[in-house]
């Protein structure tokens, strides 16, 4: 069965790494209470939790700070599927556009797109704010779009 506990917003992943040594150090039978626990950045302030004994997952929280409550009905796995899946998102850039580069060397810096290589998920850009403009390789994902 899936639960979920409401707890702060942005402590989401610290109170997993505690609730996860909790259920440890209280195993039962040889059985923890918790089976599994999902974080996701998509569910701010909530973490879910897999258990097979709702009562046990619902002590383990007392004493853990930034854990406000527990979600009184039990989650259907189909609400929480899609974040489970991840779905690679395809970059669309063109000659002529403009880009920001995210990471590497010239992270910050902006660029126009003169080469597009699909194939090799690589773009060719020349760097805007340089004395010389200078073509660059970089990688698909280390850019973002900036709209014009």
Same mark, same amino acid.
């Given at each position: 069965?899936?639960?979920?506990?409401?707890?702060?917003?942005? *402590? #989401?992943?610290?109170?997993?790494?505690?609730?996860?040594?909790?259920?440890? $150090?209280?195993?039962?039978?040889?059985?923890?209470?918790?089976?599994?626990?999902?974080?996701?950045?998509?569910? $701010?302030?909530?973490?879910? +939790? !897999?258990?097979?004994?709702?009562?046990?997952?619902? *002590?383990?929280?007392?004493? +853990?700070?930034?854990?406000?409550?527990?979600?009184?009905?039990?989650?259907?796995?189909?609400?929480?599927?899609?974040?489970? !899946?991840?779905?690679? *998102?395809?970059?669309?850039?063109?000659?002529?556009?403009?880009?920001?580069?995210?990471?590497?060397?010239?992270?910050?810096?902006?660029?126009?797109?003169?080469?597009?290589? #699909?194939?090799? !998920?690589?773009?060719?850009? !020349?760097?805007? #704010?340089?004395?010389?403009?200078?073509? +660059?390789?970089?990688?698909?994902?280390?850019?973002?779009?900036?709209? *014009?």
């Amino acid at each position: 069965m899936l639960l979920a506990y409401r707890v702060t917003a942005g *402590q #989401e992943s610290i109170v997993a790494d505690m609730l996860y040594e909790k259920a440890k $150090k209280t195993t039962k039978e040889g059985r923890n209470p918790i089976d599994a626990l999902l974080v996701s950045a998509r569910l $701010k302030g909530y973490l879910i +939790v !897999e258990t097979h004994n709702a009562t046990e997952a619902k *002590q383990l929280i007392t004493n +853990v700070p930034h854990v406000k409550s527990v979600l009184s009905n039990e989650i259907p796995f189909e609400e929480i599927k899609g974040m489970l !899946e991840s779905k690679p *998102q395809k970059i669309v850039l063109n000659k002529g556009d403009i880009i920001e580069v995210t990471s590497g060397p010239f992270k910050g810096e902006r660029a126009k797109v003169s080469h597009v290589n #699909e194939d090799k !998920e690589e773009i060719t850009v !020349e760097l805007i #704010e340089v004395a010389v403009p200078i073509p +660059v390789t970089i990688k698909l994902n280390a850019v973002k779009i900036i709209p *014009q």
